[in-house]
């Protein structure tokens, strides 16, 4: 596991720099980039290679015992996942809120998330595309994540899908016009471009 400095705003000296487990293409991580941006918090990236098998390695399952990125470490405190990650991030560091005040709007905010994080996103995780290859043909894992996707985004949406759904799946955005519109605002936000997976310490190099 590779460690790098990710300063994303301001954070005052007396506090210890949080530290994040992550991997460059995961979009659980990549919301959790979007959040610590948003909100101005510095953090240590700390690159998981699952392609390597490095959640498995016995120094990070005292991390995280479940094996998944993200992970993370704030002083004694270590949280797992990432919906409740940008939950304790919420709480714990109010400022620049995530979250409308306004009780319905902050509901619909969470139901929105919480059906990404489980109708959506688990669906195109490595070991349910390595399984869609293995039981049913090479090349199918795709199509079939498509399909998923395509019946996600006719309920909800969220940044790192959509960005996956663009880059990484090939879906056609003409039939969402609304989240294409969303897309694009996304990508000209420097909190948002700063968590792009391909801009992570990790990501393999272009070159």
């Not at 990549?30 to 098998?53: C, D, P, T």
């Not at 993200?70 to 409740?84: E, F, K, M, Q, T």
């Not at 409308?100 to 490595?126: E, F, R, T, W, Y």
Request: glycine share 4%.
């Amino acid at each position: 596991m590779a460690e790098a400095a990710a300063p994303a705003g301001e954070t005052p000296a007396a506090e210890a720099k949080l530290g994040l487990y992550s991997y460059w293409r995961s979009s659980c991580s990549h919301r959790v980039r979007i959040a610590l941006n948003l909100k101005g918090l510095e953090y240590e990236y700390k690159a998981v290679n699952l392609l390597k098998g490095e959640h498995s390695d016995p120094e990070f399952i005292k991390v995280n015992p479940m094996k998944f990125v993200p992970a993370l470490v704030d002083g004694d405190a270590v949280i797992g996942d990432s919906y409740a990650i940008a939950l304790y991030l919420e709480d714990k560091y109010p400022e620049r809120a995530l979250l409308p005040q306004d009780l319905k709007m902050k509901a619909l905010n969470l139901q929105i998330a919480s059906i990404v994080c489980s109708g959506i996103q688990p669906l195109h995780n490595l070991t349910v595309l390595r399984f869609i290859e293995q039981k049913v043909g090479t090349g199918e894992s795709i199509p079939w994540t498509q399909q998923q996707i395509d019946r996600g985004f006719t309920d909800v949406f969220l940044a790192p899908q959509i960005y996956a759904a663009v880059t990484r799946f090939q879906i056609n955005m003409s039939n969402y016009p609304s989240l294409a519109r969303l897309h694009e605002e996304y990508m000209k936000h420097p909190a948002f471009q700063a968590a792009l997976p391909d801009r992570q310490p990790d990501a393999p190099s272009s070159t």
